[in-house]
T-cell receptor
Framework: SAVISQKPSRDICQRGTSLTIQCQVD?????MFWYRQQPGQSLTLIAT?????????ESGFVIDKFPISRPNLTFSTLTVSNMSPEDSSIYLC?????????FGPGTRLTVT | GQQLNQSPQSMFIQEGEDVSMNCTSS?????WLWYKQDPGEGPVLLIA?????ELTSNGRLTAQFGITRKDSFLNISASIPSDVGIYFC???????????FGPGTSLSVIP
């Protein structure tokens, strides 16, 4: 399976600021996803980010709050904008190859 | 929308015991996936199932794709302390459908 890395691994941010999370994959993939995992919860899909098209957001998530870039087949970024304490979560990027989905190590975000 | 239920929600077992957990859905899936998440890490894919009735093993782990295509089971034999973590099931219709994740089963192993 592909190796997926994320930067930063964790961060503590002040409310009102923005943080951009990077996801790098060691092979070319078409389908990339961004998930949020709130403390003690399961994974919630934020958006699907396929190269060459605009990201598709799930209900409850909007582009102004979570802008996504997908400049090529190995890289994507997710920005968490105008952060509030409710945005404190783990943010995970994911790729799909065939019928299997793989995850990065996650970015643990704490908003104070 | 589609939802998955996992049971039990949490379990505490003695080292060496076998573990069984399951995942049910009101919808049919064509793929079932089982993941393990260690604290501070992303979920790691353990087993993928593609066909109703399929039984697949990965070391001490065995998973089955239910005949009705609405459930799946994960068994862990002879548990060890490193089995501790949260186990998520996930289901997918087609490759183009969103993967749906269950709420997870938290496993604790007492040495």
């Amino acid at each position: 399976s592909a190796v997926i890395s994320q930067k930063p691994s964790r961060d503590i941010c002040q409310r009102g600021t923005s943080l951009t999370i990077q996801c790098q994959v060691d092979s070319q993939v078409t389908m990339m996803f961004w998930y949020r995992q709130q403390p003690g919860q399961s994974l919630t899909l934020i958006a699907t980010a396929n190269q060459g098209s605009e990201a598709t957001y799930e209900s409850g998530f909007v582009i102004d709050k979570f802008p996504i870039s997908r400049p090529n087949l190995t890289f994507s970024t997710l920005t968490v904008s105008n952060m509030s304490p409710e945005d404190s979560s783990i943010y995970l990027c994911s790729i799909q190859t065939g019928d299997e989905q793989y995850f990065g190590p996650g970015t643990r975000l704490t908003v104070t | 929308g589609q939802q998955l239920n996992q049971s039990p929600q949490s379990m505490f077992i003695q080292e060496g015991e076998d573990v069984s957990m399951n995942c049910t859905s009101s919808s049919i899936f064509n793929t079932w996936l089982w993941y393990k998440q260690d604290p501070g890490e992303g979920p790691v894919l353990l087993i993928a199932l593609y066909k109703a009735g399929e039984l697949t093993s990965n070391g001490r782990l065995t998973a089955q794709f239910g005949i009705t295509r609405k459930d799946s089971f994960l068994n862990i034999s002879a548990s060890i302390p490193s089995d501790v973590g949260i186990y998520f099931c996930a289901g997918q219709g087609t490759s183009y459908d969103k993967v749906i994740f269950g709420p997870g089963t938290s496993l604790s192993v007492i040495p």
